[in-house]
């Protein structure tokens, strides 16, 4: 392995960042490695921020990705609380926010996203939260107090991994989405009324079709006034309408940035010695070779692994399936591939309320697959239809919807069996 | 000091499979692998705390239902991210029908 006179770079210290990092070493690259994150803390994962952070079941520090003594260990260089400012490409160079620059050998951009914030008026005042960051998360678990009212502004993940949080913890809760089903852009429709069940069973006060004109309050927030002219009033807002990919680097730095920053698949920008991981880049999927961008933790991971092993020279494609999860009461919501490219959707009615739901392309291909669960039920139906997506096989339609058959029995045949 | 427990029965874990098996506060996952041999590990992941019950076991591994984290069931070790801590291992007998696992 060549080992570069200047270090490889990485900006943003995230599950993407940091996953890379961890990798380079893996993969036994033993030059200077910088991995440098804005954020105060220590790298930390965010999914448990609306789940167990808020519900009080995961300390902060439960939830970083490593200890300081593993960077130590493993001979990363970790600049916390810090952040770059520039992309100088002609010396090939970076500014932080200190005033240093710092040279590179290659650089990794995995800045991640940020939230959407909502611009009504009273979007400015206070009880008005968003989740992205622990601190937002602690901000907001010290507001959900028994008793108090809730308004969750968004019925996406996010907005409803905070409504189940919350109505946990004793709050009444009101979500608003504008749209005509919850977590559309991500969900079949029997999945969407699946979680519509579950969050009224439960107490959530749903409200779909509902769009918010303002937010009423002097200085603190006392409700939301909708555009059919209703009010709902409340003590604290969770706005949860989505992020923005942090793309402002690589645009001022004049890389190609649609959507995200594009990638090929090798997960290299226009730039041949930029490269670009997680939710911030673009990347063409493995079964369509359509562009598109993730906001998962998997993808996070896997493309900080996949980007390690790219920037040590191998030219290999990515070529891991989407994956999603999310955790809401004692429910979980697994979704593997690309459901848009179905031609037919097929359903196995699991016992206790489960679901699975299969999606076949024009060839009878499985390219899709979705389940819903209590617990981690449907996790190992889940893991088996990767495969199957995976290896392209087609399947009968009948032993896709009959529960009597074992989906691991459908494995049989396929190489990565 | 060796201290068997009579855990389950050979039937109740097909071939390739996992069950779980929950003994004075303590949890573990019991395996049969595809060449029929038993083997016992913790049954919890040591990333969080999910039964790997739930997960896949495909030739010696099992994989976690939550992150898809691996590990190799006959000797506890971790695969690589997201988990990097190993699972305890037990040994385990079979006597007729039954499997026992040794929980010293
Ligand atoms: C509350 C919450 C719950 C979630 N739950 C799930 C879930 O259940 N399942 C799932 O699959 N996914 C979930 N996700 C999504 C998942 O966490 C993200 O996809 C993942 O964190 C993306 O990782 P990343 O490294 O690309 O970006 P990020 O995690 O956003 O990390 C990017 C980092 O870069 C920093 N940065 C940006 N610009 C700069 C700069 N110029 N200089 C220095 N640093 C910079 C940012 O501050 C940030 O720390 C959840 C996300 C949130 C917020
Ligand atoms: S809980 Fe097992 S891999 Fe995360």
Redesign the interface.
């Known amino acids: 392995m060549i080992r570069p006179s200047e270090p490889i770079i990485i900006v943003g210290a995230g599950q993407a960042g940091v996953r890379a990092a961890l990798a380079l070493r893996e993969q036994g690259y033993d030059g200077s490695l910088l991995l440098i994150g804005d954020e105060p803390q220590l790298p930390y994962e965010r999914p448990p921020l609306s789940k167990q952070v808020l519900l009080g079941s995961r300390e902060p520090d439960q939830c970083t990705i490593g200890g300081a003594d593993l960077f130590m260990e493993q001979d990363i260089r970790l600049l916390t609380g810090v952040r770059v400012e520039r992309i100088r490409r002609e010396i090939s160079s970076i500014a932080l926010d200190d005033g240093a620059t710092l040279a590179y050998s290659k650089l990794l951009l995995a800045t991640g996203g940020r939230v959407r914030t909502v611009t009504v008026q009273g979007a400015g005042l206070a009880g008005v939260h968003y989740l992205r960051t622990i601190e937002d998360a602690l901000q907001l678990k010290a507001q959900l107090l028994p008793g108090q009212r809730v308004v969750v502004v968004g019925g996406g993940f996010i907005g409803l991994e905070v409504a189940a949080s919350a109505r946990t913890l004793g709050c009444s809760v009101t979500v608003l989405e504008a749209g005509e089903r919850l977590a559309a852009r991500a969900l079949p429709p029997q999945l969407s009324e699946k979680l519509l069940q579950l969050h009224r069973a439960r107490g959530v006060d749903v409200q779909l079709q509902s769009r918010i004109e303002a937010f009423a309050g002097t200085t603190v927030v006392q409700g939301v006034a909708l555009e059919d002219g209703r009010n709902v009033p409340c003590d604290i807002i969770v706005v949860g309408i989505g992020i923005a990919p942090n793309v402002e680097l690589a645009v001022e730095a004049g890389l190609a940035v649609v959507n995200g920053i594009r990638v090929n698949h090798r997960l290299q920008t226009s730039d041949e010695h930029i490269y670009a991981v997680g939710d911030v880049c673009e990347f063409p999927s493995a079964l369509t070779g359509r562009t598109m961008r993730l906001e998962t933790w998997r993808n996070a991971e896997e493309q900080g692994k996949h980007a390690a092993r790219t920037l040590l020279g191998h030219d290999e494609n990515f070529s891991a399936l989407p994956w999603f999860w999310s955790d809401q009461f004692d429910y979980s919501l697994q979704i593997a591939g690309e459901p848009h490219m179905a031609a037919h959707c097929i359903e196995r009615p699991l016992t206790d309320d489960g679901l699975l739901i299969f999606f076949l392309n024009e060839q009878q291909q499985l390219v899709a697959a979705c389940g819903w669960g209590r617990g981690n039920s449907i996790a190992k139906d889940i893991k088996i239809a990767e495969i199957l997506i995976k290896a392209r096989r087609t399947i009968a339609h009948e032993a896709l919807a009959d529960p009597a058959i074992g989906l691991k029995s459908l494995l049989k045949g396929t190489s990565d069996a | 000091m060796s201290h068997w427990i009579a855990a389950c029965a050979v039937d109740d874990i097909e071939q ?1 499979d996992v069950a779980r098996f929950d003994h004075e506060g303590r949890t573990f996952a019991i395996y049969r692998s595809p060449d029929d041999a038993f083997f016992a590990t913790d049954g919890v992941c040591t990333h969080e705390k ?2 790997l019950a ?3 076991v ?1 030739d010696h591994i099992i ?1 976690c ?4 984290g691996r590990f190799d069931y006959r000797t506890g070790k971790a695969q ?3 988990v990097c801590v190993s699972l305890k291992t037990y040994t385990v007998k079979v006597e007729g029908d039954r499997v026992w696992i040794n929980l010293d």
Request: aromatic share 0%.
């Open positions: 390739e999910v039964h739930d997960g896949l495909m994989e239902p939550k992150h898809n690589g991210a997201p």
